[in-house]
């Protein structure tokens, strides 16, 4: 499975808000390790912001666009989105 660093934060940022800590932890110990991360640089920033910025959608976010990028990129037919933007 391949994540973006940034679903990464925004993914440890919810549990550590719902679930507390020790959840943080199990899914930094049992669940990252079986990702395949996709480190953002500032090319892919860049193109992340130009295509939020040309959208006009305010509910696309950053991370949305960055990760629409990633998934063209890779070439990714199947997501696993909680997001309505991905459908």
Request: neutral net charge; contains cysteine.
């Amino acid at each position: 499975m391949v994540c973006s660093n940034y679903i990464l934060v925004e993914t440890l940022a919810l549990i550590q808000h719902l679930l507390r800590m020790e959840a943080v932890r199990a899914s930094q110990e049992d669940v990252v390790p079986l990702l395949t991360l996709e480190w953002i640089n500032e090319s892919i920033y860049r193109e992340g912001v130009t295509g939020m910025l040309t959208t006009h959608k305010k509910r696309l976010s950053l991370v949305d666009c960055v990760s629409f990028d990633i998934i063209r990129r890779l070439g990714i037919k199947t997501a696993f989105p909680f997001d309505p933007h991905f459908k």
